[in-house]
């Protein structure tokens, strides 16, 4: 009974921040999302936020976990999950009062591996934003004109990168999202190396526009 009382208490000391659209998204996420933090887990982070304080609970399987990002001006949130581990929820505004939300989780052990997914208002997946959410492959990271001048042919690239390590990350100050290519903490040295003078960056900037996200070209950090 006093958990119930707690619980509520913690709902309605958190209404103007559920306003916000966020709040309310990350806290009534189902679980197959996010399967670390029940809802109650996530409501006590954000109302740990709210009060200023360090904003850390035990998650369902006995570890901590750690606000790390609480933005409601930016509809932008961010969690540590384990000490390898990161979700990540962001909205984007459609106009005419349409929200798009996605979750973005990786983990990183030591190659960070992840998965973005964009939901609607009522939780349900959405396959493609206005038809235009880049298809990114290794050879968006490769300047091409040099490969095309070397030895290392398409289906040698494919071969050694058969597992593409690559994880999302929400930009807390804006609407884009950069693709982290990890790939160097997984492969081989000495291929890594054959391969690196041909490598136009490890980051990809999608830069949101009208509704759509634009892929750009590819940069160290």
């Known amino acids: 009974m006093k958990k119930i009382i707690s619980i509520l208490f913690l709902a309605f000391s958190l209404q103007p921040f559920l306003a916000q659209n966020i709040g309310e998204f990350f806290v009534s996420l189902p679980d197959q999302h996010l399967k670390l933090l029940s809802s109650s887990q996530r409501l006590e982070l954000i109302n740990e936020a709210f009060n200023k304080k360090d904003s850390t609970v035990s998650n369902s399987y ?7 990002i609480f933005d409601t001006e930016n509809n932008h949130i961010r969690v540590q ?17 349409v929200s798009l939300f996605a979750t973005n989780s990786w983990v990183c052990s030591p190659a960070c591996d992840g998965e973005i997914q964009f939901l609607k208002n009522n939780y349900a997946p959405l396959s493609a934003i206005g038809n235009n959410f880049p298809e990114i492959t290794i050879f968006d990271f490769l300047n091409k004109d040099s490969l095309a001048a070397s030895e290392w042919g398409e289906e040698d690239i494919k071969n050694k990168f058969d597992i593409f390590f690559i994880h999302y990350e929400f930009q807390p100050d804006g609407n884009d999202i950069f693709v982290i290519n990890d790939n160097e903490k997984y492969m081989n040295r000495e291929d890594y190396e054959k391969l690196k003078p041909f ?15 634009e892929k750009g070209k590819a940069c160290f950090k």
């Open 81 to 97: 999950t384990s000490p390898q581990g990161f979700f990540e929820v962001k909205k984007w505004l459609l106009g005419d009062s």
């Open 199 to 213: 490598l136009a960056g490890n980051r990809l900037r999608l830069t949101w526009k009208e509704g759509n996200f």
């Open 62 to 68: 006995g570890g901590k976990s750690k606000l790390l």
